[in-house]
C-alpha cells in the first residue's frame, strides 16, 4: 500500500468446499524475492509469516511481512475475520504498517485522521473453475478520488486455477474500478496480470518444500515483475 503500502495479499478466507468439523490451525511462513500485492511493489525480499484458526467455516487470521535484505522495508501486522460456506465467503481485514520512521505510527493508535490502520471488507465466490472476489476499504487510512473525497478504495479480482502437467498454476486478472490514490489510478483501471506455478519439491522422503513462482505486470503502471518464494510449514 504505497499508495498505502500492505497486504497483501493479503488475507482473503480461504474459498472452501464444506465447513471443516474440527478446529483446525494454520503455522507457516514464505519467503519471497519480492513482495508485490495486486500488481504494486511494496518491498524487496521478504519473511511473510501467517497463522491462523478455522472452525467450522469462520476464521480468524494473522499475517505479517518484514524486509530480509532492506531495513527500511515497512513492516505490517494484518488480521482477518472471515467466514466460508460453500462457495461464498465473506471478510473483514485490519491492515497495518510501520514505516519506522514516525513515532505516531502505534498500533493501537486509531484516530479518525491519523491512523495506519486500514479496514477493508471482502466477499466472493468459488465458482469452481473460477473465483472472483471484491475488496473496499470502508475506514482507516484509505485513499482519496479525483474530487479530494474518500474513494472507498475497491479491487476486483479473478482467478483461475488449472493443472498443467505436475505443476500448479494459478492465473489473474485484477482491476481497481474508481478513482484512488489508494491504488494509483484515476478511473477503472487494469492493475494485476499474473501466472503463478507452484509445485512441493521433495526432500526427504516425509519431508517437501512448496516452492513458487510468479510473472506479475501492472498495465496502469507499466511495470512487470518477477517472483520467486517457498513455503516453510510445519
Request: proline share 4%.
Amino acid at each position: 500500500m504505497k499508495k498505502i503500502v500492505f497486504f497483501a495479499m493479503g488475507l482473503v478466507v480461504s474459498l472452501s468446499t464444506p465447513a471443516q468439523e474440527k478446529v483446525e490451525t494454520t503455522i507457516c511462513g514464505d519467503i519471497v524475492s519480492s513482495y508485490i500485492w495486486r500488481g504494486q511493489d511494496l518491498g524487496n525480499v521478504s519473511l511473510q509469516p501467517t497463522l491462523g484458526i478455522g472452525y467450522k467455516g469462520l476464521s480468524l487470521t494473522a499475517w505479517g511481512s518484514v524486509g530480509l535484505s532492506d531495513s527500511s522495508d515497512t513492516k505490517e501486522f494484518d488480521l482477518t475475520l472471515g467466514y466460508a460456506i460453500g462457495g461464498l465467503n465473506i471478510g473483514i481485514t485490519d491492515y497495518w504498517l510501520n514505516n519506522g520512521l514516525d513515532p505516531e505510527n502505534r498500533y493501537f493508535k486509531y484516530d479518525a485522521h491519523g491512523t495506519n490502520h486500514v479496514f477493508e471488507a471482502n466477499v466472493g465466490y468459488d465458482f469452481g473453475p473460477a473465483c472472483l472476489q471484491w475488496f473496499t476499504n470502508f475506514a482507516g487510512n484509505d485513499g482519496v478520488n479525483k474530487d479530494g473525497k474518500r474513494a472507498y478504495s475497491s479491487y476486483v479480482e479473478l482467478t483461475v486455477p488449472f493443472k498443467l502437467v505436475t505443476v500448479d498454476w494459478t492465473a489473474t486478472a485484477g482491476a481497481v474500478p474508481f478513482s484512488t490514490d489508494f491504488y494509483g489510478t484515476d478511473g477503472f483501471a487494469v492493475t494485476n496480470l499474473a501466472l503463478k506455478a507452484a509445485k512441493d519439491i521433495k526432500v526427504t522422503d516425509t519431508f517437501s518444500v512448496p516452492v513458487f513462482g510468479q510473472v506479475v505486470a501492472n498495465p496502469c503502471s507499466q511495470k512487470a515483475y518477477l517472483v520467486i518464494g517457498f513455503t516453510l510449514q510445519p
